[in-house]
């Protein structure tokens, strides 16, 4: 009994064939069984090599060994392209193991507080203005109505890096710059770093920051100061803040206030932070002096103006709840990570 | 500064405030009161008594055993002070008492002899330096009064922060006059009357100004054959509730005046005065002086002296010299009563790094019309506590009157800048 050899050239074109039609591991599994399950192609090729007469049986059957390797390395390929294969191929990862926060950069309690000023007022109409911390004697005391023999110079204690120059000791001078090169309206705030030679303590810092605003138009009040004080205090603590201005002396405004927001640890009945007053002293305020006017060229008969401070780091203190100014300026990560 | 709530008081009888409101008052119209706090502790049970007798004690020779009246009772004592005399009125702790340093009095028997209470020295009850010695209290004092009442111990002292532009504040009649402007009551100026004797003032002192921009008025008046000796109590106590040491009664009354008027004085002992007149003038560069203090110091041209016509006796307006001082043996007092500008004074005071109550006040703006009612007062009292002929007259040089600044003031501004509409009668009233 004889038989004729497999046209085994054909046989590789038909596995071939079918090979490159599966793309799922289902279809690769079912071309599997049709090459090489107990019925496949390549399985009747090795069941029939017995039956092929003894002088070609060892030719045949190494080229249908061949064929066998090849079918096998095709479809072991074909697997490892199919996703369920690639998965299995690659080193073992679970994906519902928590993932290693990247350590993430963030803004300092006091920036935080200047971007949330500027809001605020942005919101309100102001712009926000820069000085230089490096400025005259002109700009920081003489154009502000604070003449060489005047008193309100004992204020503050100075910084001097030469005669005449010195580290500005409020953001105030950023009204004189402002207003000598733009006319009314004027509408700005000016954050910013001021240095005063203090001693540091729980209250006190060589270096602080500060917000300046500045308003000045025709028939500007104080009745426009109080509103815009206490727009600003509702929106930053909310609306049961009560703020009480007290009148007091500035040399660059007249009238001049000091103005208090109410205590909001014990909420106005009394506690250590308030020094038992129910009161938080902000800063100072006032309608900018005519003296001010006359030093930038505005006629102080046709425009009148607000102007006021704000402690960026006291109201940081307040927000944040923080008892001690030195923490806000010791960049203790520790501390700063609080925020 | 520092202000005595029943200074206040004297000043305002029908003040209504108490001290908090008085506080909350001053601190609403701009006048910061940054504390408020007793004067001097106020131990209860601490009250006059009169010693009636004292024999030592039977068992130990420094130790006297005292019978000592307070007003209802006698209580016997048992007491070491050296000074203890018989017929003083002393400060007497009663038995169950305790004191400001945390004694407790109680009845006991020293040696054997029964004693209650404690005869107190000012260390001891709070109110002085003076431990080793009793306190004696003047003889007016009736035996039983409490202690706080005999010696007005019962006050409230106020700090306060004043503005530099309200120097007009740095007083107890400054601030009387803002409390009556806020509605507080009325004010009643104290009393500046005396007697006046033998030659004229102008005859015994000439005054000359060179520098009439650094000095623009100098009033002088010459009070002879004075006493001076320490300040009654209640003088001392207040000044040094205010935080000015007790002197002698005629140092003190300048300070009392200053504290009062907010109008510096100087005490000179005339008899320093080798020429018999004032000269005001500017210091030669390099020239030297020593102030009272007891510091050489060198001073520049810009530097404004009091001289004695050729040597200096005081830095105008900032501090006195050593050697003119009013001391123990003072006899003959010239009594300066100046305005100095406040330039002049701030230039000297920065470049001696020199700061005093007088200076503080003549760098932010004193009032020269009010010269002389500080003289006058200040004569007063000394009439009244050291004694002393006061000479007729007062010199007042004052060639040229410092021109006050008339202010406008246009209601349609107020509003303007205000926001508000302020009736004309109200405005009217809130000037007053
Ligand atoms: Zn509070």
């Not at chain 1, 006359?294 to 923080?322: C, L």
């Not at chain 2, 007005?152 to 004043?162: A, C, G, K, N």
């Not at chain 2, 921009?213 to 008046?221: D, E, I």
Request: net charge negative; charged share 30%.
């Amino acid at each position: 009994m004889t038989t004729q050899p497999p046209d085994l050239k054909e046989i590789e074109k038909e596995a071939q064939d079918l090979l490159g039609e599966c793309d799922t591991p289902r279809k690769l599994e079912e071309v599997r069984v049709k090459l090489l399950g107990r019925k496949g192609l390549i399985t009747g090729v090795m069941r029939e090599l017995g039956r092929l007469p003894a002088e070609v049986r060892p030719a045949v059957g190494k080229e249908a060994n061949l064929l066998r390797e090849r079918i096998e390395a095709a479809l072991a390929e074909k697997k490892r392209l199919t996703s369920e294969e690639k998965e299995v191929s690659e080193p073992l990862f679970d994906y519902t193991l928590p993932g290693r926060t990247p350590w993430l950069g963030r803004s300092h309690p006091i920036t935080q507080t200047i971007i949330e000023i500027e809001d605020i007022f942005r919101g309100m109409g102001f712009e926000v203005a820069e000085g230089p911390h490096i400025e005259t004697d002109y700009y920081n005391f003489d154009a502000l109505n604070t003449p060489e023999d005047h008193p309100a110079r004992d204020l503050s204690d100075t910084f001097y890096v030469d005669k005449g120059i010195l580290l500005r000791t409020h953001t105030s001078p950023v009204q004189i710059r402002v207003m000598e090169k733009k006319s009314p309206p004027v509408r700005i705030i000016a954050p910013g770093l001021c240095f005063r030679r203090d001693t540091p303590d729980a209250s006190h810092v060589p270096n602080f920051f500060q917000t300046e605003g500045l308003y000045v138009d025709r028939e500007v009040s104080v009745t426009d100061l109080k509103g815009v004080i206490t727009a600003f205090a509702r929106e930053l603590f909310g609306p049961k803040i009560k703020v009480r201005f007290r009148p007091h002396f500035f040399p660059f405004t007249e009238p001049s206030v000091e103005y208090d927001f109410s205590c909001m640890i014990c909420e106005g009945s009394g506690c250590p932070v308030c020094k038992r007053t129910g009161w938080v002293e902000i800063s100072g305020a006032g309608m900018v002096d005519p003296e001010v006017f006359k030093a930038v060229g505005y006629d102080p008969e046709i425009y009148t103006g607000y102007a006021f401070g704000m402690g960026v780091d006291r109201i940081a203190m307040i927000k944040y709840r923080i008892n001690d100014i030195r923490l806000l300026y010791e960049n203790d990560l520790r501390f700063l990570r609080q925020f | 500064m520092k202000l005595s709530y029943n200074w206040l008081k004297e000043l305002i009888p029908n003040l209504s405030w108490n001290p908090e409101q008085v506080a909350e008052k001053l601190t609403m119209s701009g006048t910061e009161v940054e504390s408020l706090h007793p004067a001097w502790p106020e131990p209860e049970g601490i009250v006059v008594g009169h010693v009636k007798e004292v024999k030592t004690h039977p068992e130990a020779k420094n130790l006297k055993v005292c019978q000592v009246n307070i007003g209802q009772k006698r209580l016997q004592t048992v007491c070491g002070a050296s000074n203890l005399e018989r017929g003083q009125r002393v400060a007497l702790a009663l038995p169950g008492v305790k004191l400001p340093d945390g004694l407790e009095m109680k009845e006991a028997e020293i040696k054997g002899t029964k004693s209650a209470g404690m005869i107190c020295s000012e260390k001891e009850l709070g109110i002085g330096e003076v431990g080793d010695i009793i306190l004696v209290l003047d003889d007016e004092f009736v035996a039983g009064t409490s202690l706080a009442e005999a010696l007005r111990l019962r006050d409230s002292i106020l700090e306060l922060e004043v503005t530099p532009n309200r120097p007009d504040c740095l007083s107890h009649i400054g601030i009387a006059r803002e409390l009556c402007a806020l509605g507080g009551g009325t004010l009643k100026l104290p009393e500046t009357h005396f007697r006046e004797a033998g030659i004229e003032t102008a005859s015994e002192v000439e005054v000359e100004i060179e520098d009439v921009v650094g000095c623009p008025r100098y009033t002088a008046r010459v009070i002879k054959g004075v006493k001076i000796r320490p300040s009654p109590k209640w003088m001392a106590l207040r000044l040094e509730s205010l935080g000015i040491r007790s002197i002698s009664n005629v140092v003190d009354i300048t300070n009392w005046v200053l504290l009062e008027t907010g109008h510096p004085l100087h005490a000179f002992d005339y008899d320093n005065f080798a020429q018999r007149r004032v000269l005001v003038r500017r210091a030669k560069p390099g020239e030297r002086f020593l102030t009272l203090d007891g510091v050489g110091r060198t001073l520049s041209s810009n530097s404004l002296l009091i001289t004695d016509g050729e040597t200096p006796v005081a830095i105008a307006g900032i501090m006195g010299g050593e050697k003119s001082e009013v001391s123990g043996s003072t006899r003959n007092i010239l009594l300066e009563s100046a305005y100095f500008d406040p330039p002049t004074t701030r230039r000297t005071s920065k470049e001696l790094g020199l700061v005093s109550e007088s200076s503080y006040r003549f760098e932010r703006g004193a009032d020269p019309e009010n010269a002389v009612f500080a003289s006058e007062r200040a004569t007063r009292l000394i009439q009244e506590l050291a004694g002393g002929e006061v000479l007729k007259g007062l010199v007042d040089c004052y060639p040229k009157k410092v021109a006050f600044p008339k202010v406008k003031l246009r209601p349609q501004r107020v509003s303007t800048v205000v926001g508000i509409e302020i009736p004309k009668e109200e405005s009217r009233k809130t000037r007053r």
